[in-house]
């Protein structure tokens, strides 16, 4: 029987990755606990811990009652589906999207979490995996912005290859590291076309080479439309990408659509879409040749949903991680139990709220991560954690708001 639900906020070092570090110092992380009467304790994570962690326990608490009373029950009873849908129909007139659905997203995680460890099974095989699922993924670094000067890109690619990593991701435009600003050098098309020719002439033709795009949160006359879009695409083609992501703000359906059809380079998106509804028209319309979906965003369940939708179209899914630890897990169970999956993404020199968190689940090498088979999601919330990463406000995760006061 469930007795407790609640919520853990911490604040640490945002990664130990010297190039991203630069940037962003740290992190804010939101956790859910959900305690049994046996003792046997499932932790999930939300990504809106990243953004707007103090929203996280005022939504865990006003949910509560519906676990609390959901009864006892043993072994394979626990229907996780049916009390987050319970949930979700509870909160439908403000949380069938956005910040309400990622918060729910952390507390169905915590659930699979608990099921697989009263079962003694990875969150991955409640998730649908079977015996074929492969023992590695290919996976690639997460890098955030191009640095400027040129000279400080190659060292930082040099740094993710030097890690073991065997392909890695950057963002679209340079930005100085020492004055935080944008550095435009030529048209979009010419700066990302130069900008690969680069890399590729850097890391030969074997290594993985991803472009981000950031148009999700971009406004104004850098945010690209689809004809600025589908121009930067052509001019990168020649150069192999694995995939291009983000192209596009998501309110553009028509212009991915477009994309989808026109584009020579594999078109990703997703990472900002809170529940399967929300990608479906994405889906429908193949406006992703990688879907993106984020298990601490949308859910580890509606993850498999995108990814089945995307395999009925002979299509693909690479999962966003961005989040901290436990984020990282519920995206490693999800990717795990979808076979489509053709990439994972990991974060380089991963910080302690990244490490801790996860502990020995996580295994890397030559530029694969192992598949997670510890009972539940294979991560660990310890009282000594709690304490040594205390929460501090104000370290949140935002894209730039006037009057806002930055802290990295």
């Known amino acids: 029987m469930i007795t407790e639900v609640r919520s853990v906020l911490l604040t640490g070092p945002c990664t130990d990755d010297p190039w991203l570090s630069v940037f962003k110092q740290w992190r804010s992380v939101a956790l859910i606990e959900i305690v049994t009467d046996s003792g046997v304790v499932g932790v999930g994570e939300t990504y809106a811990g990243y953004f707007f962690p103090e929203s ?190 983000e192209p596009l703000a998501y309110h553009d359906l028509t212009g991915y659509a477009e994309l989808g059809r026109r584009s020579a380079v594999p078109v990703a998106g997703g990472e900002q879409l809170s529940t399967f509804a929300e990608f479906l028209p994405f889906l429908e ?40 630890g436990v984020a990282v897990m519920q995206n490693l169970h999800a990717a795990f139990a979808s076979p489509n999956t053709v990439i994972v993404e990991l974060p380089p020199a991963a910080g302690p709220l990244h490490r801790e968190l996860w502990g020995d689940s996580l295994s890397f090498a030559d530029g694969r991560v192992g598949r997670p088979d510890q009972p539940g999601l294979g991560v660990r919330l310890t009282d000594e954690i709690k304490n040594r990463y205390p929460f501090r406000p104000g370290m949140e995760e935002f894209s730039s708001v006037p009057g806002k006061l930055m802290r990295s």
């Open 56 to 245: 996280v326990p005022l939504i865990v608490d006003y949910v509560r009652p519906i676990l609390i009373n959901a009864g006892s029950f043993e072994g394979d009873t626990l229907d996780v589906e049916r009390l987050t849908n319970r949930i979700r129909t509870c909160c439908q007139y403000w949380a069938r999207t956005g910040l309400g659905a990622a918060v729910i997203s952390g507390i169905e995680a915590a659930l699979l979490d608990l099921k697989g460890k009263l079962l003694d099974l990875p969150v991955h095989r409640l998730l649908g995996s079977d015996q074929d699922a492969p023992d590695r993924l290919p996976a690639y670094a997460t890098g955030g912005p191009s640095p400027w000067p040129t000279d400080r890109l190659l060292e930082k690619v040099d740094f993710y290859l030097g890690l073991g990593f065997s392909a890695f991701k950057i963002a679209s435009g340079y930005l100085d590291s020492d004055t935080r600003e944008e550095v435009a050098t030529a048209s979009p098309a010419e700066l990302e076309a130069a900008k690969v020719a680069l890399l590729r002439d850097q890391v030969g033709p074997e290594v993985g080479i991803l472009l981000d795009g950031h148009m999700g949160h971009r406004e104004g006359p850098t945010r690209w439309d689809a004809e600025t879009a589908i121009t930067v695409l052509d001019a990168v083609a020649p150069y192999r990408l694995v995939f291009f992501e």
């Open 285 to 324: 319309r193949e406006a992703f040749a990688v879907a993106q979906p984020d298990a601490a965003w949308l859910g580890p369940i509606d993850f498999v949903r995108v990814s089945r939708q995307q395999q009925l179209a002979g299509r693909s899914v690479a999962p966003h991680a961005w989040g901290a």
